[in-house]
């Protein structure tokens, strides 16, 4: 099974089959047999459920209060109920934490428009001319495109800078964090993806998935993510172990939590 929270993967998935049975407390819609509501202290959630070519049953929390289910092509109902209803409390937990998830800041392509790159604000400088350039240049993010004046295109240009400089930055990251672990981990490899609704997340593969956009946040950010997901190698949930190995491991998690960009 995979189970992750906070602003991990939030996704449960589990082979079909092999859930424990038991009494439902979901309202279904009559109306619409695709979707589910479920009712917790902090407000309605609504569920989609979505059926696909698949062999196991997913829950993707997206937002505080919207949540995905992916399930195989032939699941019965019942037990698609079943899955959601052994859920509830991990769903409870992952969309109270999403409520606090990151927020992507609503940025401007224009010239002078200011865009954050490891916690500082930098100025954008358009150029029209080719070929095509995106750098850091004396202070200023440098796009030299054939035509400035398509935000789309210069967003483009940088979402792919922020990428490559993730790409440089975080193995590096990665290898220094490893050094503070008492033991050795299982980590297999690292993904950079621009995310909507997460800073990282970790499979039980052993691999590390760190948003691109991270790279926005100060260094100290990036570091306390790593650290989180590099303790869940060691301790797959948000249990008491897998806290104290990040209280150990870096002290003042707490302050550098706070530091994530948020918009
Ligand atoms: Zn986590």
């Known amino acids: 099974m995979e189970v992750t929270a906070w602003r991990c993967t939030h996704v449960a998935a589990v082979s079909w089959r092999k859930f424990s049975r038991r009494q439902l407390s979901i309202s279904a819609s009559k109306a619409d047999r695709y979707s589910r509501q479920l009712e917790f202290p902090g407000g309605l959630?609504?569920?989609?459920?979505?059926?696909?070519r698949r062999k196991t049953l997913a829950i993707h929390v997206l937002s505080a209060c919207r949540v995905e289910m992916r399930v195989p092509l032939k699941c019965p109902w019942q037990e698609i109920d079943q899955f959601l209803e052994s859920r509830h409390g991990w769903i409870e937990n992952a969309s109270e934490s999403l409520a606090s998830a990151p927020v992507v800041p609503e940025l401007r392509y224009h010239d002078g428009a200011k865009h954050p790159y490891l916690g500082e604000s930098i100025p954008l400088m358009l150029v029209r001319g080719r070929p095509m350039l995106t750098e850091f240049i004396q202070g200023r993010l440098v796009v030299r495109c054939s035509d400035p004046s398509d935000e789309a295109k210069v967003a483009a240009q940088i979402d792919q800078w922020y990428r490559r400089q993730a790409h440089l930055l975080?193995?590096?990251?990665i290898?220094?964090?490893?050094?503070?672990?008492?033991?050795?981990?299982?980590?297999?490899g690292l993904v950079v993806r621009k995310m909507k609704s997460r800073w990282?997340?970790?499979?039980k593969q052993g691999e590390i998935c760190l948003n691109s956009l991270l790279i926005r946040s100060p260094l100290q950010a990036i570091e306390f993510v790593i650290a989180h997901?590099?303790?869940?190698?060691?301790?797959?949930?948000?249990?008491?172990a897998f806290y104290r190995l990040l209280t150990a491991i870096m002290p003042d998690w707490r302050e550098r939590e706070g530091l994530l960009m948020r918009g």
């Not at 220094?176 to 050795?184: D, H, V």
């Not at 990282?200 to 499979?203: L, P, R, T």
Request: proline residues 5%.
């Open 45 to 52: 959630v609504k569920v989609s459920i979505k059926r696909a």
């Open 229 to 240: 997901e590099l303790c869940h190698l060691q301790h797959f949930s948000h249990n008491v």
């Open 200 to 203: 990282g997340s970790c499979s």
């Open 175 to 188: 290898e220094a964090c490893r050094t503070r672990f008492p033991m050795a981990l299982s980590y297999r």
């Open 170 to 173: 975080f193995p590096e990251l």
